[in-house]
């Protein structure tokens, strides 16, 4: 893996979090314009599977289309199946022999790299993402700067999990403490961050040691096609990296159920996420270790605003949240408590600050774009259907048509929704929220917490004693204390949720790359 210098030549300095891109500026939007031309120009390609280096086709396929014009094809992309499981098996086992002994300084600073092929890049990434999963600018240009993020820090944590020390050196004794790496991955990531999250769980991997067998999200192979484009520039080993898109039902499975597969990191749904914990758990014939995975699954994320909240600061964070990249995150807001002595007034100014959300074509950059696919769209409007017997629908309600030919549903707002109904505990993943009437504070935490879920939530309150309760009784993984709840940072907010929400994995923060280690304890004597 050649370098202009030496890995130990080149100073690290500290972390730094991507600057976001001000799209108030006309010459950042006409940046971005070019680089949506640019990618148009590619958009209809087909791209191989890459396994060991080399590039595969099959005789099925997986036609990635433009959410916002289902008419328009992003990508084909080769499927991977049964027939695939052996081969990328093979070929990340092998390049693992070698990776695994790369030094640490020579793993971080191909994380380095990548970030710079990336930062380099960053409009044209972001681009393909606003063709491929209707992003607008700056839903994609968070996801790019995020994914920057995890090759900067993940590059960092390396180097200093490397220097490592046991807490005791005993007398006439060296003492050790290794961190090495697992082995093969299988790398699942979901649609919705298809930059970050992608890159981030297989930037982790490779860091540490391991190899991987990535299986993007059929709805987002294109993104993740790139990424590995930028990972062989950056100079990544045959092997160590397979991109491998396929059905989760036989080739996702089969990787799952492998003996040799010794991790599974995923980020998706609850139901998917509790299938391959249950698989991974059954030991096949020839297993010699306990499968890990780390699992990041769904929310039910609610935001608390009490009586003497900031009002308008609430509005604004609350329609963040839940309508930011058409309420497809994770940590959107999906449930809003308000204390009844303001709940009204509340709701009224809220419908005049969501009706001014846009819709329409992401390549124009409006406010909201079309959801994933036709499925989603059809489930988030059952759900609009059980809201409105279940509640008042304050606005939206619809699929827009008006936006153009593909999945739009406009932002809706559904007030006197009881507790415990399918829309207050149902995870939607859509442009859908509900809201819920508290008599006090206390009984807003009681309704939050009244989940199977446990990912992100917020409280917007202007009396310490009330936050300060919040700290204690909010039972997240990711509290936030008047702000909205999505937007975790690297570093500031190390991201993962309690419950059913996952293993509370902890993304961008200090403990994240023991997920993909072992430690090794080495003790010497001193002769």
Not at 60 to 80: C, H, M, W, Y
Not at 179 to 200: D, R, T
């Amino acid at each position: 893996m050649a370098t202009a210098q030496a890995p130990e030549a080149i100073a690290v300095g500290p972390f730094r979090n991507e600057p976001a891109t001000d799209f108030s500026k006309p010459e950042n939007v006409q940046a971005m314009r070019t680089a949506i031309e640019k990618v148009r120009a590619h958009l209809g390609r087909e791209y191989p599977l890459i396994i060991g280096g080399k590039k595969i086709t099959t005789q099925d396929k997986i036609r990635s289309i433009n959410p916002a014009k289902p008419t328009e094809l992003v990508g084909l992309f080769q499927k991977a199946g049964k027939e695939e499981v052996e081969p990328a098996m093979k070929a990340a086992l092998k390049a693992f022999e070698k990776w695994s002994r790369t030094p640490v300084e020579e793993r971080a600073h191909l994380l380095f790299r990548v970030g710079d092929i990336i930062r380099r890049r960053k409009h044209e990434f972001s681009a393909w993402m606003i063709f491929e999963v209707s992003k607008n600018y700056a839903e994609a240009d968070a996801d790019i700067a995020e994914l920057i993020d995890f090759c900067e820090f993940y590059g960092r944590e390396a180097l200093r999990l490397a220097k490592a020390e046991p807490p005791v050196q005993l007398p006439g004794e060296r003492d050790h403490l290794w961190y090495i790496p697992l082995g093969v991955g299988v790398v699942i990531p979901p649609w919705n961050f298809p930059g970050a999250i992608m890159g981030g769980m297989t930037l982790a991997s490779i860091v540490c040691g391991n190899t991987v067998i990535l299986k993007p999200s059929s709805d987002s192979p294109a993104i993740a096609q790139k990424f590995v484009e930028a990972l062989i520039e950056a100079g990544m080993p045959e092997g160590v990296v397979n991109f491998c898109p396929g059905a989760g039902a036989s080739f996702g499975d089969a990787l799952v159920a492998h003996p040799k597969t010794r991790y599974i990191a995923f980020t998706g749904s609850r139901e998917v996420g509790l299938r391959i914990n249950h698989v991974a758990a059954q030991t096949a014939a020839g297993q010699i270790w306990i499968k890990r995975t780390v699992l990041e699954m769904g929310g039910k994320d609610a935001i608390i605003v009490d009586a003497d909240g900031n009002i308008d600061a609430a509005v604004e964070g609350v329609a963040a949240s839940a309508f930011g990249f058409q309420g497809q995150k994770c940590s959107a807001c999906s449930r809003l408590i308000l204390d009844e002595k303001i709940y009204d007034s509340f709701i009224d100014k809220l419908k005049a600050r969501v009706e001014k959300i846009t819709l329409g074509d992401p390549t124009q950059n409006p406010g909201m774009a079309a959801v994933i696919n036709e499925a989603s769209m059809k489930s988030i409007l059952d759900y609009i259907e059980h809201g409105r017997r279940d509640g008042r629908l304050i606005t939206g309600g619809r699929r827009d048509t008006k936006a153009g030919e593909g999945y739009f549903i406009q932002p809706t707002v559904i007030a006197d929704i009881p507790a415990k109904s399918k829309l207050e505990q149902e995870e939607i993943f859509g442009p859908v929220l509900a809201v819920i009437k508290s008599r006090n504070f206390e009984h807003a935490l009681e309704i939050a917490n009244d989940t199977e879920f446990g990912l992100t939530g917020a409280v917007y309150s202007g009396s310490q004693e009330k936050l300060e309760k919040a700290k204690r009784e909010f039972h997240v993984g990711n509290l936030y204390l008047n702000r909205k709840c999505t937007g975790a940072m690297v570093g500031a907010h190390p991201f993962g949720g309690f419950n059913m929400s996952g293993t509370d994995s902890k993304a961008g923060g200090p403990d994240y790359l023991y997920l993909f280690t072992q430690a090794k304890s080495i003790g010497e004597k001193l002769t």
